[in-house]
């Protein structure tokens, strides 16, 4: 089975103390429903993972990518709806411009303390939690996991660094 390929964003304020985060609340549907998560979505068939970020970035929260750094990646088999296998590319954005939106289609938009995020005081999935140390480490390298998923969880996670 193909992969869907993803972006993930970490927008972070100015000072560096917040993450822009979208709390998914519009859909009860949603597999994210009720969840703090970062910024992004597939790629086009058209696009670079980089183009792909700034687009969702911009759809998601009106702002302007100046800088991405690329965290790591991620590969998520079995994650989607229907068991469907993930890949992902995470990113810091340390630098962009803009006002972002209060809320797109899929929730509200809150800017979270990161103390917070890393300490799991934010409803989000449980599997955050093992990548989210890594994405924000004070020297952060960039990171290669996998993650497999059974019926909306996580049964591992492994990860080396470059």
Avoid: Q
């Avoid at 086009?44 to 687009?55: H, I, L, W």
């Amino acid at each position: 089975m193909n992969a869907i390929l993803a972006t993930l964003g970490y927008v972070i304020s100015s000072d560096g103390m917040r993450v822009l985060m979208i709390r998914r609340d519009t859909r009860p549907d949603d597999i994210h429903f009720g969840y703090y998560n970062g910024l992004g979505g597939k790629l086009e068939p058209d696009e670079d993972v980089m183009a792909g970020m700034r687009r969702e970035i911009a759809e998601e929260s009106g702002l302007e990518c100046h800088r991405l750094d690329l965290a790591g990646t991620i590969s998520w088999p079995g994650f989607g709806r229907n068991g469907e296998n993930w890949f992902g590319f995470v990113f810091r954005i340390p630098e962009w411009s803009g006002t972002p939106l209060s809320a797109n289609d899929e929730g509200s938009l809150h800017w979270v303390d990161r103390g917070d995020l890393l300490a799991g005081r934010l409803p989000m999935w449980e599997s955050d939690r093992h990548f989210l140390p890594l994405v924000f480490a004070e020297k952060p390298e960039v990171f290669h996991g996998v993650m497999p998923f059974d019926s909306g969880r996580a049964l591992s996670w492994n990860f080396s660094t470059t």
